[in-house]
């Protein structure tokens, strides 16, 4: 910085503040870019931690309302009362009205094998017309439709939930199926994207929009709506494949000339996608009044700096004008008036920146898991070992405690990265049991030698640490294993590990024990 520039004024000394001003300006003004490009940046991150919040929020709710019909249909559909043809269905039926207003659905309803439906009250009627029906007939599996108009009024939303009925052979005996209001995922939807002011959209099995926060009509196509977007780094029939795929994900675009954030997953147990997106706008203004208040600060903390040196400046003049006072005095004396002309002492005088698989991990879920394993035990080469691995981390709570939840999901999503490897090497699956509980399935393995080095391997690569918010976290498992004996049941596969892990929480965890059959 120049040095200021200073005039003499009779006797006295003053100094011109002007450099002093216009650097503490430029400072200020640098320091408020700075702060608004910080915040753009902020509000990027924003987009992005909002977008993916509201999506985890609002798929896990819906989810685990689809589940939770899910589970008491199969729960009743595994008692004989329902199941066995012989029971009258009108018997069947009583017992289902007294559920329905319990769990807050419209309607749960017994099928008989000729797909005809029964209600207390009304006239037995055919559902052989409808498509999820046809399917769940057909394929034994269990159905979850997209919304429609229902109700007395025929225009009450709802959608249906419907399992099979199967005997003691595994021959379909009829259905059960529940009809739950759709007002409530619409509220989930609204709360969840609406607490984080992001924009959140439901998708049916064929595209379709059945709820929207963002004023996209109901039925409308999605992807003729992205289609109007600028999308970056994917194109919407790409994005329409992925979806269709199940497969999570994340993208940027410009809707409407605004710079939005969209990350979308599938609803578990369903075919449906939801949406959430975020603009930069809403993010910005909701970071701007913290931007306010920094700059406000900075800049009248420079105002305060400024006015500081000036006086502290002024004050320094002063003596410096005393001293020049008396050197003065001191050179007449001396030189008297032979003074030399070029002696001036005068001159004496810096400032110094976001269907069917956890969507944290990426495995599958517990209840997919359960059905892919058994599929993978009957198909497997008999003349290959099997076995099934229960991990277990060892110290997730400390790692919440420690480093926050976002430290805890890195865990589990490096666990999940892992275990995945050898599902795809060993011809497996691989499920979340629980909070922190993994089971690996494996189904082509040499013999006990080969699964003792995979072992091994294992537990190494799993006793890791990593990094996150500049902490170094310590990651450790313990797993019990159980090898598949001919005509051994999933359950006991899993029932053996179970035990087997126990075993090695009571004796030190962080190794492997296998079960002895």
């Known amino acids: 910085m120049k040095r200021n520039r200073k005039k003499e004024k009779g006797n006295q000394w003053e100094v011109s503040f002007s450099p002093i001003i216009r650097y503490s300006l430029m400072f200020c003004v640098l320091v408020t870019v700075f702060i608004l490009v910080g915040g753009g940046l902020l509000s990027i991150n924003r987009m992005k931690s909002d977008a993916e919040t509201s999506l985890r929020s609002s798929q896990a709710q819906i989810s685990q309302r689809v589940t939770g019909a899910i589970d008491l249909l199969e729960s009743l559909a595994s008692l004989k009362d329902y199941y066995d043809p012989e029971i009258p269905p009108i018997d069947k039926v009583k017992k289902l009205d007294q559920l ?261 991990t990426g495995v599958v879920t517990r209840t997919v898991f359960l059905n892919k394993a058994e599929s993978h035990l009957k198909n497997a080469d008999p003349e290959m070992l099997k076995a099934l691995l229960f991990i277990d981390m060892d110290n997730l709570k400390y790692i919440n405690d420690t480093c926050g939840h976002d430290g805890g999901d890195i865990a589990l999503k490096s666990v999940g990265y892992i275990l995945r490897e050898y599902e795809k090497k060993y011809d497996g699956v691989v499920g979340r049991y629980g909070g922190d509980e993994f089971v690996l399935l494996l189904t082509a393995l040499d013999d006990k030698k080969e699964l003792r080095a995979v072992l091994d391997g294992l537990i190494l690569r799993l006793q890791s640490r990593i990094q996150s918010g500049g902490q170094n976290i310590p990651v450790q498992c313990s797993i019990g294993v159980s090898i598949y004996q001919p005509g051994m049941k999933l359950e006991q596969m899993i029932s053996d590990a179970d035990e087997a892990l126990y075993y090695v929480k009571q004796n030190g965890k962080g190794y492997y024990h296998i079960h002895k059959n």
């Open 100 to 360: 329905s207003p319990y769990f807050g659905y419209m309607m749960i309803c017994y099928v008989d094998k000729d797909i005809i439906v029964y209600s207390d009250g009304a006239e037995p009627a055919s559902l052989a017309s409808r498509e999820y029906m046809q399917q769940l007939f057909a394929t034994g599996q269990r159905q979850v439709t997209d919304s429609f108009a229902a109700g007395a009024d025929g225009t009450t939303l709802n959608y249906t939930v419907a399992v099979p009925l199967k005997d003691q052979q595994g021959n379909i005996t009829g259905a059960l199926f529940c009809a739950i209001y759709f007002d409530e995922a619409v509220q989930i939807l609204e709360e969840s994207a609406g607490s984080l002011k992001a924009d959140a959209t439901l998708i049916g099995s064929k595209g379709q929009i059945m709820s929207s926060t963002a004023g996209f009509a109901y039925g409308d196509s999605v992807m003729e709506a992205l289609r109007d977007d600028t999308l970056f780094g994917v194109t919407s029939d790409q994005l329409e494949e992925l979806m269709l795929a199940a497969q999570p994900g994340t993208y940027w675009s410009i809707q409407n000339g605004s710079l939005c954030y969209t990350a979308y997953q599938r609803v578990d147990n369903t075919n449906w996608d939801i949406l959430c997106t975020v603009k930069l706008e809403t993010a910005f203004f909701q970071v701007l009044p913290y931007l306010i208040i920094v700059a406000s600060m900075t800049i009248l903390a420079c105002v305060v700096l400024l006015t500081f040196i000036r006086k502290y400046i002024a004050k320094q003049m002063v003596i410096v004008g005393t001293l020049m006072k008396s050197m003065e005095e001191l050179e007449k004396r001396v030189y008297q008036s032979e003074r030399p002309e070029n002696v001036d002492f005068k001159e004496i005088l810096r400032l110094t920146s976001d269907g069917l698989s956890d969507g944290l």
